[in-house]
């Protein structure tokens, strides 16, 4: 026992002989035939909506001066011995690649998981076991979350790729809380139908479609370094590797009543600000439940299970749906809450999904929405969308 006792201690002692604690890294000698299998995962390349005949993508940054590089996700080929498959859903239904695993310094060392706050990142993951963290975090590589501006990165990289979408047409004004004068028919603009809606630019390059990524959070939100990070990976896989395919938006609930939010531009900044880390500054709306009752005006209150018809747990479609009213620019619109968690890269499953979807007959939907599709029990995919 004493024998072993001295040969851990030994072990031990060698292994904390190579670490270096700098911007806390850990390198020990450790083989380097696994490190072979780690590599950046290219989501955006492997694209079943991308192809011949659209525009190809300009590079997006993290800063407007151009000089700091939006961060990659990495994943290891192969997945672990005996990984058991899902219980529910289906990689090859979805088309998604079920040949990589991703762990937590590969998928969340980007946004700042896995060095210090010394340094711009969160102080999570500094502990425990870090073999292999400066495969896919090299060390003077980390980005300084605290001074990134993921607004500003997000218009700059839209306004980068312009020529990939149809011209905006025109916005909407906020008619419920000011009139110009001579009425709504002074300041008319072309409904969605009515704007023109060209397929392919000068060039002949066929417009991609835009959608937006609309975040539901609130006044009070605890925006905590975990939901940093996903909302960091958000931005930069949907929108910034992708060229601007995806715009995310934040739908913020004002809880408070009493704000004086639409009588007072600088009301309403103040507010904005108070609830949205200043990443995220220039990507909110604000929205009230009084809001909501003036513009869905009408309906009549029963207060099922003493909640308002225009309160957030009933219609939340409401200020969803205003959003897009004011957002014509929008083909598509994906309503993401904050509790939504996934492990590989967003722009593969928000591009597999899309597409998966659109393959889908509307026959049946709701039956299908109704339950769960196990495999084990119900087989194919096709032999589920048929019953």
Excluded at 229 to 234: I, K, S
Aim: hydrophobic share 35%.
């Amino acid at each position: 026992g004493k024998r072993l006792a001295a040969e851990a201690t030994r072990v031990k002692g060698a292994e904390d002989r190579g670490v270096d604690g700098t911007k806390g890294f850990e390198k020990r000698g450790v083989g380097d035939s696994w490190r072979q299998e780690v590599g950046v995962f290219n989501a955006v390349s492997l694209s079943t909506s991308r192809g011949k005949g659209y525009e190809e993508p300009v590079k997006c940054w993290l800063d407007v001066e151009k000089k700091v590089e939006v961060p990659e996700v990495w994943a290891y080929e192969g997945v672990t011995k005996g990984f058991p498959d899902p219980v529910m859903g289906s990689y090859e239904a979805l088309g998604l690649r079920r040949d990589v695993c991703f762990e937590r310094f590969g998928r969340l060392g980007a946004y700042g998981y896995g060095y210090s706050r010394k340094y711009g990142g969160s102080g999570a993951g500094l502990e425990g076991h870090r073999e292999g963290v400066e495969d896919v975090l090299a060390e003077g590589k980390e980005v300084d979350w605290r001074e990134v501006e993921l607004g500003e990165a997000q218009d700059a990289c839209v306004k980068a790729n312009a020529a990939r979408f149809r011209p905006l047409p025109k916005g909407r004004n906020h008619f419920f809380t000011n009139m110009g004068a001579g009425g709504l028919s002074a300041h008319a603009i072309r409904s969605p139908a009515e704007e023109a809606r060209p397929e392919k630019n000068s060039k002949g390059k066929k417009y991609l479609p835009r959608t937006a990524v609309v975040i539901r959070v609130w006044q009070g939100y605890d925006f905590t370094p975990e939901n940093l990070f996903y909302l960091r990976a958000l931005v930069n896989e949907l929108s910034l590797q992708s060229g601007a395919e995806y715009v995310i938006h934040f739908l913020v609930h004002v809880k408070d009543e009493n704000l004086q939010i639409w009588a007072d531009d600088a009301v309403y900044q103040r507010v904005l600000d108070d609830i949205l880390p200043k990443e995220f500054r220039g990507m909110g709306t604000l929205w009230s439940e009084r809001q909501m009752g003036l513009i869905y005006g009408g309906l009549a209150e029963s207060f099922y299970r003493d909640l308002p018809v225009h309160g957030v747990y009933r219609s939340t479609y409401m200020p969803m749906q205003y959003f897009a009213h004011q957002h014509p620019e929008y083909d598509f619109f994906w309503h993401w809450e904050m509790d939504i968690r996934y492990t590989g890269h967003f722009y593969h499953l928000f591009d597999q999904v899309s597409h998966w979807a659109k393959q889908q007959p509307r026959k049946g939907l709701w039956e299908r929405n109704a339950r769960f599709y196990i495999p084990s029990e119900h087989g194919s995919w096709e032999d589920f969308r048929q019953m």
